[in-house]
Nanobody, 122 residues
Framework: QVHVSESGGGLVQAGGSLKLSCAASEPTFSSYAVGWFRQAPGKEREFVASISWTGDYTYYADTVKGRFTISRDSANNAVPLQMNSLKPEDSGVYYC???????????????WGQGTQVTVSS
């Protein structure tokens, strides 16, 4: 079992950047795949990006491909999500989750954080 938590959310203007981080205190976090999801008000939670436990495989939603980068920070036992060229439609609560595979499906993930708010103003 791992306890994941997100940080780094905030308010940014369109075109700006934010870097989110997903971290856990348990060393076993490094052996899990990690996914980032987001949920805007009135909408369903949607997949953003995911990474394998080795870091060799990454996957992105078409809407963020080329703008967002997911990676593994082994030194800090964390999975950052670098978000560039942000758009108002990127606003929402961003969640990270740990699971057995870097799937686009939320059901694959067993451990979820509480989320961090990202607001992009136009």
């Amino acid at each position: 079992q791992v306890h994941v938590s997100e940080s780094g959310g905030g308010l940014v203007q369109a075109g700006g950047s934010l870097k989110l981080s997903c971290a856990a205190s348990e060393p076993t976090f490094s052996s899990y795949a990690v996914g980032w999801f987001r949920q805007a008000p009135g909408k369903e939670r949607e997949f953003v990006a995911s990474i394998s436990w080795t870091g060799d495989y990454t996957y992105y939603a078409d809407t963020v491909k080329g703008r967002f980068t997911i990676s593994r920070d082994s030194a800090n036992n964390a999975v950052p999500l670098q978000m560039n060229s942000l758009k108002p439609e990127d606003s929402g609560v961003y969640y990270c989750a740990a699971g057995s595979a870097p799937s686009r499906a939320s059901l694959v993930y067993d451990y979820w954080g509480q989320g961090t708010q990202v607001t992009v103003s136009s």
